[in-house]
């Protein structure tokens, strides 16, 4: 059974940075893709950024672009993605995703993921 496990989350002030992590378990071969989503309380999840494992093709979202850059070892099956110039509207939830299935690139929606971590508290205070 795959597990997504996360780290890195954590409190830091507006202007700060933060670099998470995620390992992917009990799956080492075939991953097409791995990225992260974000959730406040009361909102949808929100696609955040996302690395192409075969072209290492990235893609973000609007708001993050720019401050935020994602990166990835294949050898250890983990994606890091690194947050620079935090806000505090990155205050979130955010979750580890990836995709076994070749398939459309980028991927922004939930339903194209097939596996998801817990996720990790990010609060950047004001």
């Known amino acids: 059974q795959v597990q997504l496990v996360e780290s890195g989350g954590g409190l830091v002030q507006a202007g700060g940075s933060l670099r998470l992590s995620c390992a992917a378990s009990?799956?080492?071969?075939?991953?097409?893709?791995m990225g992260w989503f974000r959730q406040v309380p009361g909102k949808e999840r929100e696609f955040v950024s996302a690395?192409?494992?075969?072209?290492?093709?990235?893609y973000y979202e609007d708001s993050v672009k720019g401050r935020f850059t994602i990166s990835s070892d294949s050898a250890k099956n983990t994606v890091y993605p690194l947050m620079n110039s935090l806000k505090p509207e990155d205050t979130a939830v955010y979750y580890c995703?990836?995709?076994?299935?070749?398939?459309?690139?980028?991927?922004?929606?939930?339903?194209?993921?097939?596996?998801w971590g817990q996720g990790t508290q990010v609060t950047v205070s004001s």
């Open positions: 690395i192409s494992w075969s072209s290492r093709s990235t």
């Open positions: 009990g799956r080492t071969f075939g991953t097409y893709a």
């Open positions: 995703v990836a995709a076994w299935s070749p398939g459309a690139w980028p991927r922004t929606k939930t339903y194209q993921y097939d596996s």
